[in-house]
Protein backbone atom coordinates (compact mmCIF):
# COMPACT_ATOMS: atom_id res chain seq x y z
CA UNK A 1 0.00 0.00 0.00
CA UNK A 2 1.38 3.81 -1.00
CA UNK A 3 2.21 5.48 2.05
CA UNK A 4 2.15 8.77 -0.26
CA UNK A 5 -1.09 9.82 -0.69
CA UNK A 6 -3.85 12.72 1.03
CA UNK A 7 -5.13 10.82 3.53
CA UNK A 8 -2.56 9.04 5.24
CA UNK A 9 -0.58 12.26 5.10
CA UNK A 10 -3.46 15.00 6.25
CA UNK A 11 -2.60 14.52 9.77
CA UNK A 12 -0.74 15.83 12.66
CA UNK A 13 2.96 14.02 12.91
CA UNK A 14 3.82 14.09 16.21
CA UNK A 15 6.18 11.72 18.60
CA UNK A 16 5.81 9.54 15.76
CA UNK A 17 2.14 8.98 15.87
CA UNK A 18 -0.32 10.36 13.19
CA UNK A 19 -3.31 11.50 14.98
CA UNK A 20 -5.91 14.68 14.73
CA UNK A 21 -4.95 18.02 16.58
CA UNK A 22 -6.29 18.99 19.75
CA UNK A 23 -6.90 22.74 18.20
CA UNK A 24 -10.13 24.90 17.38
CA UNK A 25 -9.43 25.23 13.41
CA UNK A 26 -10.89 22.82 10.45
CA UNK A 27 -8.01 23.85 8.32
CA UNK A 28 -9.15 22.43 4.50
CA UNK A 29 -6.18 21.82 1.82
CA UNK A 30 -7.50 22.85 -1.61
CA UNK A 31 -6.05 21.96 -4.97
CA UNK A 32 -5.37 25.63 -6.09
CA UNK A 33 -6.27 24.79 -10.41
CA UNK A 34 -9.88 23.30 -9.52
CA UNK A 35 -10.28 25.22 -6.51
CA UNK A 36 -11.62 21.74 -4.83
CA UNK A 37 -10.98 20.33 -0.92
CA UNK A 38 -8.20 17.96 -1.15
CA UNK A 39 -8.66 16.84 2.52
CA UNK A 40 -9.23 18.26 5.68
CA UNK A 41 -7.07 18.72 9.28
CA UNK A 42 -8.11 19.92 12.44
CA UNK A 43 -5.49 22.47 13.42
CA UNK A 44 -2.65 21.74 16.29
CA UNK A 45 -3.16 23.33 19.60
CA UNK A 46 -0.01 24.43 21.89
CA UNK A 47 -0.49 21.69 23.80
CA UNK A 48 0.67 20.25 20.79
CA UNK A 49 3.15 22.37 19.69
CA UNK A 50 4.92 21.39 23.39
CA UNK A 51 4.66 18.04 22.36
CA UNK A 52 6.51 18.12 19.38
CA UNK A 53 9.04 19.67 20.40
CA UNK A 54 9.15 17.16 23.56
CA UNK A 55 9.27 14.40 21.50
CA UNK A 56 12.10 16.32 19.10
CA UNK A 57 14.37 16.87 22.10
CA UNK A 58 13.92 12.99 23.78
CA UNK A 59 14.53 11.43 20.08
CA UNK A 60 17.47 13.36 19.48
CA UNK A 61 19.44 12.38 22.26
CA UNK A 62 18.99 8.73 20.86
CA UNK A 63 19.66 9.86 17.58
CA UNK A 64 22.95 11.98 18.53
CA UNK A 65 24.90 8.30 19.96
CA UNK A 66 23.90 6.88 16.70
CA UNK A 67 27.10 5.88 15.09
CA UNK A 68 27.84 8.95 12.74
CA UNK A 69 28.17 6.19 9.90
CA UNK A 70 25.01 4.75 10.57
CA UNK A 71 23.63 7.94 10.32
CA UNK A 72 25.01 8.75 7.47
CA UNK A 73 23.45 5.30 5.72
CA UNK A 74 19.66 5.85 7.30
CA UNK A 75 19.89 9.42 5.40
CA UNK A 76 21.50 8.05 2.47
CA UNK A 77 18.26 5.54 2.85
CA UNK A 78 15.65 8.67 3.39
CA UNK A 79 17.46 10.00 -0.32
CA UNK A 80 16.55 6.14 -2.02
CA UNK A 81 12.97 6.87 -0.41
CA UNK A 82 12.28 10.05 -2.38
CA UNK A 83 13.83 8.79 -5.91
CA UNK A 84 11.60 5.26 -5.15
CA UNK A 85 8.83 7.16 -5.04
CA UNK A 86 9.16 10.38 -7.39
CA UNK A 87 5.88 9.55 -9.86
CA UNK A 88 3.96 9.25 -6.17
CA UNK A 89 5.74 12.68 -5.34
CA UNK A 90 4.91 14.34 -8.03
CA UNK A 91 1.45 14.16 -8.16
CA UNK A 92 1.38 15.50 -4.39
CA UNK A 93 2.97 18.67 -5.56
CA UNK A 94 0.88 18.62 -8.57
CA UNK A 95 -2.31 18.64 -6.60
CA UNK A 96 -1.27 20.64 -3.40
CA UNK A 97 0.24 23.64 -4.85
CA UNK A 98 -0.45 23.77 -8.76
CA UNK A 99 3.46 22.51 -9.64
CA UNK A 100 3.50 21.41 -13.08
CA UNK A 101 5.27 18.12 -13.98
CA UNK A 102 8.68 20.38 -14.66
CA UNK A 103 8.52 21.95 -11.76
CA UNK A 104 7.78 18.85 -9.76
CA UNK A 105 11.26 17.05 -11.13
CA UNK A 106 12.91 19.89 -10.92
CA UNK A 107 11.96 20.53 -7.51
CA UNK A 108 12.58 16.15 -6.31
CA UNK A 109 15.80 16.51 -7.62
CA UNK A 110 16.47 19.50 -5.40
CA UNK A 111 15.79 17.52 -2.38
CA UNK A 112 17.48 14.51 -3.49
CA UNK A 113 20.32 16.57 -3.89
CA UNK A 114 20.46 18.32 -0.56
CA UNK A 115 19.65 15.24 1.69
CA UNK A 116 23.08 13.50 0.15
CA UNK A 117 24.57 16.64 0.85
CA UNK A 118 23.42 16.07 4.83
CA UNK A 119 24.36 12.85 4.90
CA UNK A 120 27.72 14.02 4.55
CA UNK A 121 27.55 15.81 8.13
CA UNK A 122 27.61 13.22 10.74
CA UNK A 123 31.40 12.70 9.18
CA UNK A 124 32.06 16.67 9.13
CA UNK A 125 31.65 17.21 12.87
CA UNK A 126 34.90 16.83 13.73
CA UNK A 127 36.35 19.61 16.33
CA UNK A 128 39.54 20.82 16.41
CA UNK A 129 42.84 21.51 18.91
CA UNK A 130 44.27 24.57 19.53
CA UNK A 131 47.38 25.92 20.87
CA UNK A 132 47.35 27.85 23.99
CA UNK A 133 49.31 30.84 25.78
CA UNK A 134 49.12 28.78 29.13
CA UNK A 135 51.64 26.17 29.41
CA UNK A 136 50.24 22.47 29.59
CA UNK A 137 46.79 23.94 28.40
CA UNK A 138 45.44 21.46 25.74
CA UNK A 139 42.28 23.27 24.21
CA UNK A 140 39.65 20.77 22.39
CA UNK A 141 36.91 22.76 20.48
CA UNK A 142 33.69 20.22 19.88
CA UNK A 143 30.91 21.19 17.29
CA UNK A 144 28.16 19.56 18.55
CA UNK A 145 24.18 19.94 17.52
CA UNK A 146 22.17 22.48 18.68
CA UNK A 147 19.61 20.41 20.27
CA UNK A 148 16.43 20.96 18.54
CA UNK A 149 15.47 23.31 15.24
CA UNK A 150 12.31 24.55 14.69
CA UNK A 151 11.42 24.99 10.75
CA UNK A 152 8.91 27.25 9.10
CA UNK A 153 8.33 26.76 5.36
CA UNK A 154 6.57 28.70 2.23
CA UNK A 155 3.79 27.25 -0.45
CA UNK A 156 5.96 28.23 -3.46
CA UNK A 157 8.69 25.02 -3.29
CA UNK A 158 7.11 23.58 -0.15
CA UNK A 159 9.12 19.97 -0.51
CA UNK A 160 12.37 21.28 -1.33
CA UNK A 161 12.77 24.38 0.98
CA UNK A 162 11.32 22.21 4.01
CA UNK A 163 13.67 19.83 3.37
CA UNK A 164 16.59 22.08 3.07
CA UNK A 165 16.67 23.27 6.58
CA UNK A 166 15.53 19.63 8.02
CA UNK A 167 18.02 17.26 5.98
CA UNK A 168 20.28 19.30 6.99
CA UNK A 169 19.80 19.83 11.13
CA UNK A 170 18.86 16.07 11.10
CA UNK A 171 22.29 15.74 9.63
CA UNK A 172 23.97 17.54 11.89
CA UNK A 173 22.59 16.01 14.70
CA UNK A 174 18.99 17.78 15.37
CA UNK A 175 15.56 16.98 16.46
CA UNK A 176 13.15 19.13 14.09
CA UNK A 177 9.91 20.44 14.60
CA UNK A 178 8.10 21.90 10.93
CA UNK A 179 5.09 23.88 11.17
CA UNK A 180 4.41 24.17 6.89
CA UNK A 181 2.55 26.38 5.60
CA UNK A 182 -1.36 26.10 5.95
CA UNK A 183 -1.55 25.98 2.19
CA UNK A 184 0.87 23.11 1.23
CA UNK A 185 0.57 20.93 4.65
CA UNK A 186 1.51 18.06 3.36
CA UNK A 187 4.44 18.63 0.83
CA UNK A 188 6.17 21.31 2.75
CA UNK A 189 5.22 19.00 6.21
CA UNK A 190 4.01 15.51 6.83
CA UNK A 191 5.39 14.20 3.38
CA UNK A 192 9.13 14.60 5.34
CA UNK A 193 8.23 13.17 8.46
CA UNK A 194 7.04 9.93 6.67
CA UNK A 195 9.85 9.97 4.26
CA UNK A 196 12.19 10.09 7.30
CA UNK A 197 10.14 7.41 9.21
CA UNK A 198 10.27 5.08 6.24
CA UNK A 199 13.97 5.66 6.30
CA UNK A 200 14.22 4.35 9.62
CA UNK A 201 14.91 7.40 11.40
CA UNK A 202 14.08 7.46 14.83
CA UNK A 203 10.32 8.02 15.11
CA UNK A 204 9.62 11.44 16.45
CA UNK A 205 12.78 13.09 15.69
CA UNK A 206 11.00 14.89 12.64
CA UNK A 207 7.43 16.21 13.82
CA UNK A 208 5.24 18.10 11.82
CA UNK A 209 2.09 20.81 13.48
CA UNK A 210 0.12 22.11 10.83
CA UNK A 211 -2.28 25.04 12.56
CA UNK A 212 -2.88 28.71 12.61
CA UNK A 213 -1.18 31.67 14.53
CA UNK A 214 -4.29 32.33 16.12
CA UNK A 215 -4.25 28.73 18.02
CA UNK A 216 -0.42 29.49 19.01
CA UNK A 217 0.86 32.62 18.90
CA UNK A 218 4.24 32.68 19.21
CA UNK A 219 4.82 29.89 21.19
CA UNK A 220 6.88 27.79 17.91
CA UNK A 221 9.98 30.39 17.89
CA UNK A 222 9.88 31.43 21.59
CA UNK A 223 9.31 27.66 22.67
CA UNK A 224 12.52 26.96 24.86
CA UNK A 225 12.90 23.58 23.60
CA UNK A 226 13.74 25.94 20.18
CA UNK A 227 17.33 26.98 19.50
CA UNK A 228 17.33 27.85 16.40
CA UNK A 229 14.88 29.01 13.82
CA UNK A 230 14.64 28.57 10.05
CA UNK A 231 12.44 30.28 8.39
CA UNK A 232 11.57 30.80 4.47
CA UNK A 233 8.62 33.33 3.14
CA UNK A 234 7.76 37.05 3.38
CA UNK A 235 9.58 39.73 4.55
CA UNK A 236 6.76 41.41 6.76
CA UNK A 237 6.06 37.67 8.48
CA UNK A 238 9.86 37.68 8.33
CA UNK A 239 10.73 40.55 10.54
CA UNK A 240 8.20 39.21 13.57
CA UNK A 241 9.93 36.03 13.43
CA UNK A 242 13.40 38.20 13.58
CA UNK A 243 12.14 40.27 16.44
CA UNK A 244 10.46 37.49 18.07
CA UNK A 245 13.62 35.53 17.78
CA UNK A 246 16.36 38.16 19.10
CA UNK A 247 14.23 39.21 22.20
CA UNK A 248 14.36 35.56 23.50
CA UNK A 249 18.13 35.03 21.89
CA UNK A 250 17.58 32.82 19.79
CA UNK A 251 19.46 32.11 16.50
CA UNK A 252 17.43 32.74 13.24
CA UNK A 253 17.81 32.16 9.81
CA UNK A 254 15.81 33.69 7.49
CA UNK A 255 15.52 33.24 3.95
CA UNK A 256 13.11 36.27 2.91
CA UNK A 257 11.67 37.89 -0.19
CA UNK A 258 13.53 38.88 -3.89
CA UNK A 259 13.43 41.15 -6.62
CA UNK A 260 15.55 39.96 -8.72
CA UNK A 261 16.98 41.66 -11.51
CA UNK A 262 18.31 39.95 -14.62
CA UNK A 263 20.77 42.35 -16.50
CA UNK A 264 21.37 42.45 -20.33
CA UNK A 265 24.20 44.17 -21.60
CA UNK A 266 24.37 45.74 -25.38
CA UNK A 267 26.84 42.65 -26.04
CA UNK A 268 24.60 39.63 -24.94
CA UNK A 269 23.54 36.48 -26.85
CA UNK A 270 20.18 37.88 -27.04
CA UNK A 271 18.32 34.77 -28.38
CA UNK A 272 20.14 33.08 -25.07
CA UNK A 273 19.34 35.71 -22.77
CA UNK A 274 15.30 35.34 -23.42
CA UNK A 275 15.76 32.10 -22.67
CA UNK A 276 17.10 32.84 -19.35
CA UNK A 277 14.32 35.78 -18.97
CA UNK A 278 11.63 33.47 -19.61
CA UNK A 279 12.80 30.46 -17.19
CA UNK A 280 13.75 33.16 -14.46
CA UNK A 281 10.50 34.64 -14.44
CA UNK A 282 8.01 32.10 -15.45
CA UNK A 283 9.40 28.72 -13.94
CA UNK A 284 6.21 28.15 -11.19
CA UNK A 285 4.45 30.64 -12.86
CA UNK A 286 6.56 33.17 -11.12
CA UNK A 287 6.28 31.94 -7.40
CA UNK A 288 10.13 31.65 -6.95
CA UNK A 289 11.89 34.11 -4.14
CA UNK A 290 14.59 34.33 -7.16
CA UNK A 291 12.50 34.96 -9.84
CA UNK A 292 13.72 37.79 -12.17
CA UNK A 293 10.55 40.41 -11.33
CA UNK A 294 13.17 42.99 -13.15
CA UNK A 295 14.39 42.68 -16.59
CA UNK A 296 17.05 45.24 -17.11
CA UNK A 297 18.14 45.57 -20.94
CA UNK A 298 20.59 47.87 -22.68
CA UNK A 299 18.29 50.54 -24.87
CA UNK A 300 20.39 49.28 -27.96
CA UNK A 301 18.82 46.08 -27.62
CA UNK A 302 15.56 46.38 -26.30
CA UNK A 303 13.56 46.36 -29.66
CA UNK A 304 15.36 42.77 -30.51
CA UNK A 305 14.94 41.54 -26.82
CA UNK A 306 11.53 42.84 -26.73
CA UNK A 307 10.46 41.11 -30.30
CA UNK A 308 11.99 37.80 -29.15
CA UNK A 309 10.78 37.92 -25.75
CA UNK A 310 6.72 38.29 -26.55
CA UNK A 311 6.96 35.42 -28.62
CA UNK A 312 8.31 33.55 -26.61
CA UNK A 313 6.32 34.45 -23.54
CA UNK A 314 3.48 33.88 -25.90
CA UNK A 315 3.98 30.55 -26.51
CA UNK A 316 4.16 29.43 -22.91
CA UNK A 317 1.14 27.08 -22.23
CA UNK A 318 -1.20 28.06 -19.41
CA UNK A 319 -3.81 25.86 -17.64
CA UNK A 320 -4.09 22.59 -16.03
CA UNK A 321 -1.10 21.57 -13.96
CA UNK A 322 -1.69 17.85 -14.64
CA UNK A 323 -0.66 18.20 -18.46
CA UNK A 324 2.35 17.17 -19.45
CA UNK A 325 3.40 20.41 -21.41
CA UNK A 326 1.85 23.18 -19.36
CA UNK A 327 4.44 25.94 -18.67
CA UNK A 328 2.33 28.28 -16.24
CA UNK A 329 -0.17 26.28 -13.68
CA UNK A 330 -2.21 27.93 -11.13
CA UNK A 331 -1.05 30.74 -8.15
CA UNK A 332 -1.99 29.43 -4.60
CA UNK A 333 -4.71 31.02 -4.12
CA UNK A 334 -7.14 34.09 -4.91
CA UNK A 335 -5.88 36.43 -2.51
CA UNK A 336 -2.37 36.22 -4.76
CA UNK A 337 -4.32 36.51 -7.65
CA UNK A 338 -6.28 39.69 -6.62
CA UNK A 339 -2.53 41.20 -4.64
CA UNK A 340 -0.67 40.95 -8.22
CA UNK A 341 -3.38 42.07 -10.31
CA UNK A 342 -3.41 45.37 -7.93
CA UNK A 343 0.38 45.40 -8.58
CA UNK A 344 -0.13 45.27 -12.17
CA UNK A 345 -2.85 47.89 -12.51
CA UNK A 346 -1.72 50.33 -10.09
CA UNK A 347 1.86 50.06 -12.13
CA UNK A 348 0.15 50.92 -15.48
CA UNK A 349 -2.02 53.64 -13.71
CA UNK A 350 1.76 54.83 -12.93
CA UNK A 351 2.71 54.70 -16.67
CA UNK A 352 4.00 51.39 -17.39
CA UNK A 353 3.19 50.21 -21.18
CA UNK A 354 1.78 46.74 -21.02
CA UNK A 355 3.39 44.53 -24.15
CA UNK A 356 0.75 41.77 -23.09
CA UNK A 357 -1.40 41.88 -20.51
CA UNK A 358 -2.16 38.75 -18.89
CA UNK A 359 -5.59 37.22 -18.11
CA UNK A 360 -7.38 35.81 -14.98
CA UNK A 361 -9.70 32.15 -15.23
CA UNK A 362 -9.69 30.96 -11.56
CA UNK A 363 -6.16 31.04 -9.96
CA UNK A 364 -4.15 30.58 -12.94
CA UNK A 365 -3.20 33.95 -14.90
CA UNK A 366 -1.04 34.07 -17.61
CA UNK A 367 1.79 36.68 -18.61
CA UNK A 368 2.06 39.96 -18.31
CA UNK A 369 4.90 42.26 -19.88
CA UNK A 370 5.19 45.78 -18.48
CA UNK A 371 7.51 48.15 -20.49
CA UNK A 372 8.95 51.79 -20.27
CA UNK A 373 8.70 50.63 -16.13
CA UNK A 374 10.88 53.61 -13.96
CA UNK A 375 12.20 52.44 -11.09
CA UNK A 376 10.02 54.35 -8.41
CA UNK A 377 7.27 52.65 -9.64
CA UNK A 378 5.29 50.03 -7.73
CA UNK A 379 5.88 47.15 -10.16
CA UNK A 380 10.07 47.55 -9.78
CA UNK A 381 9.71 47.60 -6.10
CA UNK A 382 7.35 45.25 -5.17
CA UNK A 383 7.87 41.28 -5.29
CA UNK A 384 5.64 39.95 -7.52
CA UNK A 385 4.95 36.66 -7.14
CA UNK A 386 3.41 35.43 -10.04
CA UNK A 387 3.95 35.63 -14.01
CA UNK A 388 4.44 39.45 -14.62
CA UNK A 389 8.04 41.10 -15.02
CA UNK A 390 8.60 44.65 -15.17
CA UNK A 391 11.08 45.69 -18.23
CA UNK A 392 13.72 48.85 -18.01
CA UNK A 393 16.40 50.10 -20.30
CA UNK A 394 19.72 51.90 -19.28
CA UNK A 395 22.39 53.39 -21.49
CA UNK A 396 25.24 52.28 -19.39
CA UNK A 397 26.60 49.99 -16.95
CA UNK A 398 26.57 52.46 -14.31
CA UNK A 399 22.77 52.97 -15.13
CA UNK A 400 22.23 49.22 -14.89
CA UNK A 401 23.92 48.97 -11.69
CA UNK A 402 22.14 52.19 -9.96
CA UNK A 403 19.03 50.71 -11.13
CA UNK A 404 19.83 46.83 -10.15
CA UNK A 405 20.61 48.21 -6.32
CA UNK A 406 17.97 50.96 -5.87
CA UNK A 407 15.53 47.87 -4.53
CA UNK A 408 15.50 47.06 -0.62
CA UNK A 409 15.94 43.64 -1.57
CA UNK A 410 19.27 41.73 -2.62
CA UNK A 411 18.47 38.16 -3.12
CA UNK A 412 19.69 36.69 -6.76
CA UNK A 413 20.39 38.04 -10.20
CA UNK A 414 21.93 37.73 -13.34
CA UNK A 415 24.30 39.72 -16.10
CA UNK A 416 24.05 38.54 -19.65
CA UNK A 417 27.27 39.70 -21.78
CA UNK A 418 29.99 38.01 -23.93
CA UNK A 419 32.77 39.15 -21.80
CA UNK A 420 32.48 36.80 -18.59
CA UNK A 421 34.34 39.78 -16.43
CA UNK A 422 32.73 42.10 -17.27
CA UNK A 423 30.24 40.49 -16.20
CA UNK A 424 32.00 39.01 -13.12
CA UNK A 425 33.16 43.01 -12.06
CA UNK A 426 29.18 44.39 -12.54
CA UNK A 427 27.91 41.44 -10.30
CA UNK A 428 30.35 42.67 -7.64
CA UNK A 429 28.82 46.39 -7.73
CA UNK A 430 25.13 44.57 -7.23
CA UNK A 431 24.38 44.34 -4.06
CA UNK A 432 22.99 40.83 -3.62
CA UNK A 433 23.52 38.28 -1.92
CA UNK A 434 24.13 35.78 -5.05
CA UNK A 435 24.57 36.62 -9.06
CA UNK A 436 24.75 34.73 -12.14
CA UNK A 437 26.69 35.48 -15.22
CA UNK A 438 25.13 33.77 -18.27
CA UNK A 439 22.84 32.19 -16.52
CA UNK A 440 18.84 32.89 -15.23
CA UNK A 441 18.62 34.19 -11.11
CA UNK A 442 17.09 30.52 -10.09
CA UNK A 443 19.80 28.67 -8.86
CA UNK A 444 20.55 26.12 -5.78
CA UNK A 445 23.32 24.11 -5.22
CA UNK A 446 24.03 21.47 -2.32
CA UNK A 447 27.24 23.06 -1.20
CA UNK A 448 27.15 26.75 -2.17
CA UNK A 449 25.92 29.33 0.04
CA UNK A 450 22.38 30.41 -0.30
CA UNK A 451 20.70 33.56 1.01
CA UNK A 452 20.18 37.89 0.65
CA UNK A 453 21.30 40.93 1.53
CA UNK A 454 19.50 44.29 2.80
CA UNK A 455 15.48 42.90 3.17
CA UNK A 456 16.30 39.15 1.80
CA UNK A 457 17.36 37.82 5.00
CA UNK A 458 20.12 37.03 7.31
CA UNK A 459 22.62 34.03 7.08
CA UNK A 460 23.56 31.41 5.07
CA UNK A 461 22.49 27.80 3.93
CA UNK A 462 23.88 24.69 1.99
CA UNK A 463 26.70 23.05 2.69
CA UNK A 464 29.13 24.51 5.28
CA UNK A 465 26.81 27.34 5.81
CA UNK A 466 24.16 25.10 6.97
CA UNK A 467 26.26 22.94 8.64
CA UNK A 468 27.38 25.96 10.65
CA UNK A 469 23.91 27.52 11.17
CA UNK A 470 22.90 23.89 13.01
CA UNK A 471 25.44 23.08 15.32
CA UNK A 472 27.45 25.35 18.00
CA UNK A 473 30.87 25.12 19.22
CA UNK A 474 31.60 24.34 22.75
CA UNK A 475 35.40 24.90 24.17
CA UNK A 476 36.52 21.80 26.59
CA UNK A 477 40.25 22.74 27.95
CA UNK A 478 42.35 20.44 29.82
CA UNK A 479 45.35 21.76 31.87
CA UNK A 480 47.50 18.92 32.06
CA UNK A 481 50.39 20.82 33.92
CA UNK A 482 49.10 22.99 37.04
CA UNK A 483 48.90 26.48 36.70
CA UNK A 484 50.31 29.31 39.19
CA UNK A 485 47.17 30.97 40.25
CA UNK A 486 47.11 34.74 41.84
CA UNK A 487 46.52 34.72 45.27
CA UNK A 488 47.26 31.51 46.01
Not at 18 to 45: C, D, H, K, Y
Not at 128 to 150: A, F, H, T
Not at 312 to 326: F, N, W
Amino acid sequence: MTHFNFDQLSKQAIGGKWREGQGSIEMNNLNPFSEEVIATMTSASKDDLDQAYESANEAQQDWVNINPYERRDLLLQAAKVVEENHDEITELIIEELGGTRLKAGFEIGLVTNIIKEASTYPLRMTGEILPSPVDGKENRVYQEPVGVVGVISPFNFPFYLSMKSVATAVGAGNGVVIKPHEDTPVTGGTLLVKIFELAGLPKGLVNSIVTEISEIGDRFVEHPLNKVVSFTGSTVVGRKIGEVAGRNLKKASLELGGNSALIILDDADIDYAVSAAVFSRFTHQGQICMSANRVLVHESVKDEFLQKYKSKVESLKAGDPREDDTIIGPLINKRQVETLENTIEKSIEEGAVPLIRGEVNGNVVTPTILTDVSPEMSVANEEMFGPAVAVTTFKSDEEAIEIANASDFGLSGAVHTASTERGAELGKRIETGMIHVNDGTINDEPIVAFGGEKMSGVGRLNGNESLEAFTTKKWISIQHKKRQFPYS
